[in-house]
């Protein structure tokens, strides 16, 4: 697959990475600065092991097209993008590129780009893609370009004094427990969380670009594990999990249940309503119909809108929504905030809700919700030359179904069937995998719909397997 993906640049660092190819994204990423009448650019970096080289390489491209850099303390990809937006006097910018590899393995890295208060994605992504190869005819040898060091700029005191200016004070002593998974987010959380007023109990938060203790996706219900059973030892309120960059969050509650992305969207939704009575908010094609429902009952506008963070923080700028949350933990918020995904205030946004609901719990939440059973996301391997092809046949085999009206085809097919179910089949823009999600009022009914994929899916590739549920 390509490097060049929907949302970022994201590849294997030691072989498609090299420091010639991250030198003419560099330069590629200057030129799309320098062309929207920008001089100036910020440079963060995560903390794997690939980081270092790649700054160097990326810079010296930047560098090469005329683009002043300042090159960040490793750190989340919040930290960058607090920089890009609120710049600094004698740094006048909106630009920004962040090397990191969020949540994917240790051995892969990439690349994040702001570009003049624009996040960059889709067409702009293709355009990098291909002036970079013309600036590998002009590429430097590899130890030339690795040569120049970079001071490096800290920006965390004056983050964590604007997280907590944006945070109300909180009214009881809350104890949470903060698993950075060894990734970008830790020291900073720790910072922050402290600085509200929290009690912390640290778990991995020691940066190990290695990832020693496990992987930094609190999607993923086995990374939660350590998470869950540190917060019934030490009788926390509760747990918060962040990626690898610190743009994604996970929580879980005192007995240890696991709060869905578009949960924590509805609990954040419902503080935010106090304030702004029909308040736009927005969430993506795999998010419960729940949360669509409640959303409307509050009074707000909720709009179902594509995965991806970038496509998402697009759609949040050009409606003027007040929040926008994904399943996978991205969370936007626009009132009191900056409108970028930043784990670390999502999660102190948690804790304020909280503080302000107690003595309701997030447990207590949870349980008051109307009763649906769902699958987690099933992520199918496909090759990437495959996936998109496969999904564009699905859809148009899905509206022959069940009618047009009952298909959203945004993104993929989000099918929907009687009584609030409905099941999703789209093309991953990160990984070459299909994801699928299925809810319904019964497990039976869920059933149902997951074997209409698979009949359907069966006359259109019978190397899909969908998995039992």
Known sequence: MSIFRENDIRGLADTELTTEKVWSIGAAFGQKVRDAGEQHCYVGQDVRLSSPRLVKALCAGLEYVGVEVRVLAPGPSPLLYFAATLGDKDFPTKSGIMITGSHNPAEYNGFKAVVNDETLHGADIRKIAALSLKFLA???????????????VDL?????NFVKSNIRPLKHKIKVVLDAGNGAAGPLAIKAFKAIGCEVVPLYCDPDGRFPNHHPD???HKNLVDLIK?????????GIGFDGDGDRIGAVTPTGRIMAGDNMV????REIIKEIPK????????????????????????IVWKTGHSLIKAKLKETKAALAGEMSGHMFFAHRYLAFDDAIYAGARLVEALDTRLPETLEDFMAKLPPVVNTPEIRIDCDDDKKFGIVEKFVSHAKELVGPANVLDIDGARVKFAQNGWGLLRASNTQPVLVMRFEAQSVAAM???RDFFVKALA???????VPQI
């Open 138 to 152: 002009d590429v430097p040898d590899a130890k030339e370009i690795l040569k120049k060091e970079h001071a490096l």
């Open 156 to 160: 965390e005191e004056r983050y964590v």
């Open 218 to 220: 609190p999607t993923i």
């Open 230 to 238: 540190t917060v019934k030892e030490t009788k926390a309120d509760l």
């Open 266 to 269: 509805l609990y954040f939704a």
């Open 279 to 302: 308040a736009t908010i927005i969430s993506e094609v795999k998010s419960s119909q729940v949360l669509y429902d409640e959303l409307e009952k509050m009074g707000a506008k909720p």
């Open 447 to 449: 059933s149902e719909i």
């Open 459 to 465: 006359k259109i590739d019978a190397s899909v397997e």
